[in-house]
């Protein structure tokens, strides 16, 4: 049989470990243990880009915006942009990730936690959740 190019199949784990094999549609996003995937045209799962990178199609992009350029771009308005965290999926802006010592900027990335006396514009920023006057405190 030949391949079916307008559909892609992977599996999802489900809740109790299983393997199920599911089908998306061209366009469809979704993870293969763990890393996000879009099913492309000619039915194969592919990686889904990040900031800057080269994409034709807003799935093609974590952020789900293909700008003008050909590029994955943060949308314009802010309220979309979002950080992608391995085995937890999307964070928005300000969120921290304790266990890796990044947190979500405000450009879609996931940056380290600052250290005691660097400048910082919002407490999430610092390890210790505490920026004062443009500082990050101990």
Known sequence: ??????????????SNGDLEMKTFDIGDTGEIEGIP????PGGNPREQQGN????NEDYECLSDNCD???????PTN???IVCYVSGE???KIGERVESSGKYCSSTGVLVNF????SSCSNSYECAS????????KS
């Open 1 to 14: 049989s030949t391949p079916d190019e307008t559909h892609c199949t992977w599996g999802v784990r489900k």
């Open 37 to 40: 995937v879009y099913c492309a």
């Open 52 to 55: 800057n990178e080269d994409c």
């Open 68 to 74: 003008s350029d050909g590029e994955c771009t943060n």
């Open 78 to 80: 802010k309220t979309n």
């Open 89 to 91: 999926g999307n964070i």
């Open 114 to 117: 600052k250290s005691s006396g």
């Open 129 to 136: 959740n505490s920026c004062v006057s443009g500082k990050c």
